[in-house]
């Protein structure tokens, strides 16, 4: 009951007490999806094995978590021992000093880290976070419904077939939609898969020389058919829609076609959650002009924030999260279906893993294909598919991430979208001094 009741007292005050105080005790802050949220039933495991220390969970959603973890470790806040980031914060966090280096012993297998995973969370080879599940990003479509409009998804289909597939599935008085998206404003939320997007139609971030380049003919093309694509054939308030929102639209049989994490495969595929789960079938994220950049490289992470007194606990406990005997844990009670993927090449490697997951070659394939250091048509001085990594994108991600969102609602128009976040850019890079 007390770990209990400090963990539903973390989340009424917002965490606005270091529950560390109580010695033994780990404050963990993450994301409310759904392998954190089993990461949490799963508890007692972890305490029964580990006797003297307590999880107190905060469990937040995307966006809010993003902003408390950030003042939290930007101000030495001290409120978490772990905390859930992603491969944007650990290398900058890291070349900071704000985090604890992680090295674990030889059973942990360091080694079996998909590359991609453990670079992108690394800095000068240390690392910095450890991916609890890692992911890119792929299409999830209803086959029963292509397959009844006559078509088929090819597995690298152009936007041109997205559209057209979109309009063939949509059948608005039974309220099914043919494509659903995100809209829900911010760099991790919108903006993840606008940029993916705007990637394949050649668009970009930043020119050479730092200054931004979000008013340029590539970005208008690739915004504007985002909101006609929603607004023709994507559910009403796509504008509040995040991952949550869509994939309980997508269990529900609401939407044709959804690109987004590849790790939504898991659960759209759970009969226990999906009423379509038999019908799903997936593919490569769509292109435009060129396929760099077209699905993102991500994934959540835990780390130790350097400020935590209670480091050597913290490392006990993601060790454990992160294991291979984590995810065998998992399997054991869920199913080798349902467990968290996108870290551990061993878990590919396994053949019952490959005869539950029917997504796991379009996963693995997606995850191999994503390149941060080459994801633009035009070369850039920045590395990262979905974001840059410097520190200022964090603003300007949400200030564009905002302009996307108004011009979704039809409040402006894409291309006054678009010249306010060219504007709010070229702001943050001058006030830091990139020009």
Not at 101 to 109: H, K, R, S, V
Not at 283 to 309: C, D, E, F, H, M
């Amino acid at each position: 009951m007390k770990t209990l009741y400090k963990s539903v007292l973390a989340a009424t005050l917002g965490a606005t007490t270091a529950f560390s105080a109580w010695a033994g005790d780990l404050t963990i802050a993450t994301v409310n999806n759904g392998h954190m949220i089993e990461m949490q039933k799963l508890t007692p495991e972890f305490e029964a094995a580990n006797p003297g220390i307590k999880l107190n969970w905060v469990t937040l959603e995307e966006g809010v978590l993003r902003q408390r973890v950030t003042t939290d470790i930007s101000t030495k806040g001290g409120q978490f021992d772990v905390m859930t980031i992603g491969m944007y914060e650990a290398p900058i966090w890291g070349k900071n000093g704000w985090l604890v280096p992680l090295e674990f012993g030889a059973e942990y297998d360091v080694d079996d880290i998909l590359p991609a995973m453990r670079g992108g969370l690394s800095y000068e080879g240390k690392l910095y976070a450890a991916p609890f599940y890692g992911e890119s990003s792929m299409i999830m479509y209803r086959k029963d419904l292509l397959d009844a409009a006559g078509m088929e998804m090819p597995d690298n289909p152009s936007w041109g077939h997205i559209a057209d597939a979109a309009a063939a599935m949509t059948d608005k008085d039974n309220g099914v939609y043919g494509i659903c998206l995100r809209g829900k404003p911010g760099w991790g939320d919108n903006m993840a898969f606008i940029t993916t997007m705007a990637n394949s139609f050649g668009a970009k971030w930043f020119n050479e020389d730092w200054t931004p380049d979000l008013d340029s003919p590539a970005w208008h093309h690739a915004v504007s058919y985002y909101v006609d694509l929603l607004s023709k054939y994507g559910p009403p308030g796509s504008e509040a829609n995040s991952f949550n929102e869509i994939l309980a639209l997508m269990n529900e049989g609401k939407c044709g076609m959804w690109i987004d994490a590849t790790i939504a495969a898991s659960f759209v595929t759970d009969p226990k959650q999906s009423k379509v789960a038999d019908k799903m079938a997936f593919a490569q994220s769509p292109v435009a002009v060129t396929n760099r950049g077209a699905n993102w490289l991500w994934a959540w992470s835990l780390a130790i924030p350097a400020g935590t007194k209670q480091s050597e606990d913290a490392k006990k406990f993601i060790e454990w999260a992160t294991s291979k005997s984590y995810i065998e844990l998992v399997a054991s009670k869920n199913g080798w279906g349902s467990v968290p993927t996108g870290t551990r090449q061993s878990t590919y490697d396994n053949p019952k893993f490959q005869e539950a997951a029917t997504f796991d070659e379009a996963e693995l394939k997606a995850i191999l294909s994503a390149d941060p250091s080459n994801s633009t048509q035009d070369k850039t001085p920045y590395v990262g598919v979905q974001f840059a990594a410097i520190p200022e994108f964090q603003a300007i991600g949400i200030a564009v991430g905002q302009q996307m969102t108004s011009a979704l609602a039809g409040k402006v128009s894409v291309k006054e979208a678009l010249e306010n976040a060219q504007k709010a850019a070229d702001r943050e890079m001058r006030k830091a001094g990139y020009y």
